[in-house]
């Protein structure tokens, strides 16, 4: 397809002494397909401080535009503006779903799937003359590892190129069921981001691709805790309070002790829970807390399991090991009998 431009520009000749002593032009540049090389220029001469003409030539694929002055008397040069105009003009959408419904960022956690959505027009599909930048775009992957409970890059963080072929098709495409492309000896207590971004590719007269669409991705680490403060091999009358310590609980998770008699885990008489945390925040937290009400809940002797457990969109995990505590409230009494003969 071959436009007609109206060009205009307006001339800042305010930064010269006269406007009489200069003259104005625009050059076209047109990309060669016989050269490339070799561009074809055209030169529309002779404009007025402000106003506005048509190209001199059709625009087939791709133009620059070049606005120069030059001094009457030294016939000194200077560029003062220049513009890319072209008959391709990509559109691009992108967007990335997860398993939590959070839209602020999307947000997921390492060990989760995620996709990403892909909506593009534009790209030449149907003509075979059209030069290569018209008929596919750019998918730009990178990935960044947040430092150690950070919840965004470090300034100048290192960002880690994934490779992905170009799209060459209008309409809609998805990467499905991705898995973080992050790394870590422990992966499982990584933190980053993924970002995908969508290019049109670098024009004639255009040595950078202009961004079409861009979107990221969060990827918060697997919470981790202990149950502390109960002797397994101790016998209890009496409950004590005990101390629980978690790590990385993931944005609007419930956390809590589950609490059960170990040879009866179904009785509703003899289990339950207690102790809960919920974190109101956006980005994972860390916690430590006790339970003291335990004494109260469990009337009946016997040995008991208790598991914390932490609860998010994706599923349920227990937290480190589960710990046994036996109950004894027995009260046993010695004592001997005494005659008065």
Not at 58 to 81: G, R
Not at 95 to 111: F, H, K, Q
Not at 269 to 274: D, H, K, R, T
Request: a negative charge; hydrophobic letters at 40%; one cysteine or more.
């Amino acid at each position: 397809m071959k436009i007609k431009y109206c060009i205009l520009f307006a001339l800042t000749t305010s930064l010269f002494a006269s406007e009489d002593s200069y003259t104005n032009r625009i050059i076209q540049i047109i990309e060669n397909p016989v050269d490339p090389l070799n561009p074809i220029v055209e030169f529309l001469d002779h404009l007025d401080a402000e106003g506005k003409s048509v190209a001199p030539r059709e625009v087939p694929n791709i133009a620059v535009f070049q606005l120069h002055t030059t001094h009457v008397d030294t016939f000194e040069s200077y560029l003062l503006d220049e513009k890319t105009v072209s008959t391709y003009h990509p559109q691009a959408e992108v967007s990335i779903v997860s398993e939590d419904p959070y839209e602020a960022i999307p947000r997921t956690r390492v060990d989760r799937p995620f996709t990403v959505k892909f909506n593009l027009s534009g790209i030449v599909t149907d003509n075979p003359d059209a030069q290569e930048a018209a008929k596919s775009v750019v998918l730009d992957h990178r990935v960044v590892a947040y430092s150690a409970g950070a919840t965004e890059a470090a300034a100048g963080a290192p960002r880690i190129i994934k490779e992905h072929d170009p799209i060459r098709k209008n309409g809609d495409s998805s990467l499905i069921n991705l898995t973080t492309q992050l790394s870590a000896p422990d992966l499982t207590k990584i933190r980053g981001e993924e970002q995908f971004s969508i290019f049109a590719n670098p024009d004639f007269g255009d040595e950078g691709g202009s961004l079409l669409a861009q979107a990221r991705i969060q990827i918060w680490p697997i919470a981790s805790g202990v149950i502390s403060g109960i002797d397994s091999t101790r016998r209890y009358a009496t409950i004590p309070a005990f101390n629980i310590s978690t790590v990385d609980l993931y944005p609007e998770s419930h956390t809590f002790i589950r609490y059960y008699k170990s040879n009866d885990p179904t009785n509703t008489n003899l289990s339950g829970v207690i102790g809960n945390y919920t974190p109101n925040t956006v980005v994972p937290v860390s916690n430590d807390w006790q339970v003291r009400e335990l004494d109260k809940r469990i009337t009946e002797d016997g040995v008991y399991t208790l598991e914390l457990l932490h609860e998010t969109i994706f599923n349920t995990i227990r937290l480190g090991a589960p710990v046994q505590i036996i109950i004894d409230r027995t009260i046993v009494v010695k004592a001997g009998v005494i005659s008065a003969e």
